[in-house]
């Protein structure tokens, strides 16, 4: 079993949709998690950061993260066009030398 | 404007030749890595160096060499040794090793003549 697992799509849904990405992980230690987002050919850049369980609201983008499931998710609604690209999960049990853990990715098309 | 630097965008390495990326980062991070990213297969880590003058190998450092002699360059020579060198190669920086976030560069594709 891979530590993180994440479908890689790809994932196609009308202009407007409410979007939901997951992560399964199986380290109970990890306490981080992010959500990256990649544009084609570009460098992922940060979209947001939890820590611990819970929710994390951010324009139209909620961050979930259930512990005792070891399950993440990445909500977005009203989705755009814009929001088209490779979506990341990454963890990290924290610990000094402790390095992430990222998901495949899921590739997402918002079509106009 | 802090950041990510990576050099060049598009790199071409000739048979048996070595080449070397380039990785900047104005941010003071303490921790820097390299990853290689294939379609499908997400990131993978070739090394990585949590203070200046010390780096440790990550999961696919066979062909790969690394040397962190300031804190904000991270530079990485692809070796003639490593055989399949075609890939998206990112650099990333964290503000130290307690599980913070990471930051990445715009990346190299490496592309073998």
């Known amino acids: 079993q891979k530590e993180v697992e994440q479908d890689p799509g790809p994932l196609s849904v009308p202009e407007g949709a409410i979007v939901s990405l997951n992560c399964t992980y199986s380290?109970?230690?990890?306490?981080?998690f992010m959500w990256y987002r990649q544009y084609s050919r570009k460098g992922p850049e940060l979209l947001m950061y939890?820590?611990?369980?819970g929710n994390k609201e951010d324009g139209r983008f909620t961050a979930q993260v259930d512990k005792s499931s070891k399950y993440i998710s990445l909500f977005i609604r009203d989705s755009q066009p814009s929001d088209s690209a490779t979506y990341l999960c990454a963890m990290s049990a924290g610990n000094y030398g402790q390095n992430f853990v990222f998901g495949p990715g899921t590739r997402l098309s918002v079509l106009p | 404007d802090g950041g990510i630097t990576q050099s060049p965008k598009y790199l071409f390495r000739k048979e048996g030749q070595n080449v070397t990326l380039s990785c900047e980062q104005n941010?003071?991070?303490?921790?820097m890595y390299w990853y290689r990213q294939d379609p499908g297969q997400g990131l993978r880590l070739i090394y990585y160096?949590?203070?200046?003058?010390?780096?440790q190998k990550g999961d696919i450092a066979e062909g790969y060499s690394v040397s962190r002699e300031k804190k904000e360059s991270f530079p990485l020579t692809v070796t003639s040794a490593q055989k399949n060198p075609t890939a998206f190669y990112l650099c990333a920086s964290r503000q130290d090793n307690t599980g913070k976030t990471q930051y990445f560069g715009p990346g190299t594709r490496l592309l073998v003549l």
């Open positions: 160096s949590q203070i200046v003058n010390d780096f």
């Open positions: 941010l003071n991070h303490d921790a």
């Open positions: 380290n109970s230690a990890f306490q981080y």
């Open positions: 939890t820590y611990s369980s």
